[in-house]
């Protein structure tokens, strides 16, 4: 066996950066801004949106330039023509960074998911979207995949060893190494390294191939003799619940949806795998196999449709029911095609679910819109039962509410303002909901805490959280109060330590929620109880301090609602111990009423603290 000279890995680590080289230089751009973010807590959330937004735009961007590279290469391109195309992939790029919000947001995330698989079974199909030989399809595709095992065995072997080294001088020489060398090392190996080697052993072959004859055994003896009697005991076991389903009556339970589609995934990926020996003298079997395992779906899938079908029903589309109801309509139109078509072109699996990733990312069929539109109907629905919604307009209750319902019209607005935010309302009320909102003094931007719960108060509708405690008979009745205006300075009174935008949450049951701090030598321990509706400090090695929230909550009217507004002074609490003192500036804070009391459940503010004996 002859080793590659480090002459010949230098020559063709050259030649894959000028087939790749943008797709490189982005793979290395990512890496950077994604070692910028392994300091977290240097970094303002801004900072980090910020570099996530260009990790995956450069993510997204490299996808897009080996796509388009393999389909300039299967076009036999001119040089000058593949650099131009580039150009236009890196202007893209910056385009779409630049449009991407400000906030890490759930709809934003899918997105991103949908991009990447899109450009992933793009990757996989756009070298052989003409006539070309399906056997030329599946021999490029083998490659990638067993391309993708070596450079992530290599990655792995590689950073293993080298984190080894890290040890060993840690623990030899006492250099003290960060964990930023180990983080860093293999942001480096994944992002450059990983990306490098890959391509460059990226297939560049894409003639026809009548014939495969260099199947891999190993391949042939794991699906054969591994996969398939796999899948063979979980469809066994899905057709044993379609019969106690059948001889019960009972409705199949939505977990069900999950084992269908992931044993139907499989059981594709399986016979792909296996699509060259269909046609081997002692592999006759498969073809049977393939026709019984498309007919057999058909059963699962009906099973699957009656499960997010009652799902469906009761608690409308959202993003997770609309993709099981679109991979569950792909499963049926790929077992008809493969049942019915005599040519059976398995170009179509990924070529069908890149157009299907691409189109639900946008336009009003997309994931987005269709959840968005379910949503808004059932709590139009709930408003208007109730007479909350008049020609359009929220309007005062002329019922009450059940408890029951209040549940699911706050799930409902939970879901909404959390996925396509409060903004998606705004035509029921005749407020600006944006002034209702609270913003952060520091950053600008709006607080998501709170946001329904605010929105429920203008629906004249007591809110009544997902996980609120129903051991009580008297119903929760919520209410906020916060600092008015909320960019009020705050008096340091020559108190040193500033414990800055702490968030604290917590409730009946679970008595504290804390967070540490580090106050010079002193481990500081701040916990909310929201039994007694007070702050305690720890200090490490000191008694702990009290500081009562009953002086504000005395100063909110009889009956609490939400968005009452304090002056500064009246949100402030000083407090002192043997050993320290400080201020609490409480910028909101939230909570709920039960047997006639008061209970904070969340708090967020500011704290100023120092030793006693400091001066004033």
């Known amino acids: 066996m002859k080793f590659p000279s480090l002459s010949s890995l230098t020559h063709r680590a050259g030649h894959t950066f000028l ?49 388009l590279t393999v389909w300039a290469e299967r076009r036999n391109w001119a040089r000058g023509k593949s650099v131009m195309l580039q150009s236009v992939i890196l202007v893209l790029v910056v385009v779409y960074f630049f449009t991407m919000p400000d906030e890490l947001q759930k709809k934003t995330v899918i997105r991103w998911v949908l991009y990447a698989l899109g450009l992933h079974w793009m990757i996989a199909v756009i070298g052989f979207l003409g006539g070309e030989h399906i056997n030329s399809f599946w021999q490029y595709n083998k490659k990638l995949f067993l391309r993708i095992l070596t450079s992530v065995l290599y990655t792995t072997v590689l950073y293993a060893g080298l984190a080894l080294a890290f040890l060993a001088i840690d623990n030899l020489f006492n250099v003290n190494l960060s964990y930023k060398w180990y983080a860093d090392t293999w942001l480096l190996l994944v992002g450059v390294f990983n990306t490098w080697f890959f391509l460059s052993g990226f297939p560049a072959d894409y003639a026809d191939v009548p014939v495969i004859d260099d199947y891999p055994k190993g391949l042939k003896i794991f699906t054969q ?43 594709i990926l399986a016979l792909l795998l296996i699509y060259p020996l269909r046609n081997d003298e002692g592999s006759r079997w498969i073809n049977g196999y393939s026709r019984f395992f498309y007919f057999a779906l058909f059963p699962l899938l009906v099973m699957l449709g009656f499960a997010i079908w009652k799902r469906v029903a009761a608690y409308g589309i959202t993003e997770l029911r609309y993709f099981v109801l679109l991979l569950a309509a792909w499963l049926f139109s790929i077992a008809v095609y493969f049942l019915r ?59 009450a509410v059940p408890e029951e319902d209040r549940k699911e019209i706050s799930t409902i607005t939970d879901y909404i303002v959390e996925t396509h935010g409060y903004q998606s309302l705004q035509p029921w009320f005749p407020q600006n ?32 959280g997902r996980y609120e405690w129903d051991g009580a008979v008297e119903p929760v009745e919520r209410f906020s109060c916060s600092m008015q205006p909320e960019d009020a300075a705050l008096s340091t009174e020559g108190l040193p330590y500033l414990v800055p935008r702490f968030d604290l949450i917590g409730d009946v049951k679970d008595e504290f929620k804390c967070l540490g701090y580090k106050i ?28 009562p929230l009953a002086t504000i909550l005395q100063k909110l ?26 201020r609490l500036f409480v910028r909101e804070l939230f909570g709920m009423k039960r047997d006639g009391v008061l209970h904070v459940t969340r708090l967020m503010g500011d704290m100023l603290i120092g030793q006693a004996g400091g001066g004033q």
């Open 341 to 399: 078509s005599r040519n059976k072109n398995i170009r179509h699996i990924p070529l069908s679910l890149c157009l299907l990733a691409f189109l639900s990312s946008f336009g009003p069929w997309s994931v987005f819109n269709v959840s968005r539109y379910s949503q808004q109907a059932r709590l139009k629905g709930y408003l208007e039962k109730y007479g909350l919604l008049k020609d359009g307009k929220v309007t005062a209750a002329q019922t």
């Open 557 to 582: 009217p009889r009956y609490a609602t939400y968005g009452v507004k304090l002056p500064p002074e009246e949100m402030t609490l000083p407090f002192k111990g043997p050993h320290w003192k400080g």
């Open 225 to 267: 003799y591994v996969l398939l009697p796999i899948l063979t005991v979980y469809m066994v076991i899905l057709y044993a619940y379609l019969f106690k389903i059948v001889i019960t009556a009972h409705w199949p339970t939505g977990w069900v949806a999950y084992l269908v589609l992931g044993f139907s995934v499989a059981g």
């Open 19 to 67: 087939r790749f080289p943008l797709a490189i230089l982005l793979a290395a751009l990512a890496t950077s801004f994604a070692i910028r973010m392994v300091p977290v807590l240097d970094s303002s959330d801004k900072v980090r949106v910020r570099c996530t937004n260009a990790i995956v735009s450069c993510y997204l961007g490299m996808l897009l330039s080996i796509a």
């Open 433 to 464: 909901l944006d002034s209702m909102m609270r913003k952060d003094s520091q950053v600008g931007r709006l607080i998501q805490g709170g946001q329904a719960e605010r929105i429920m108060a203008l629906m004249h509708v007591p809110y009544k």
């Open 520 to 547: 010079g030598d002193v481990s500081l321990t701040v916990c909310l109880d929201s039994t007694t509706s007070e702050l305690r400090l720890l200090p490490s090695g000191d008694s702990a301090l009290h500081v």
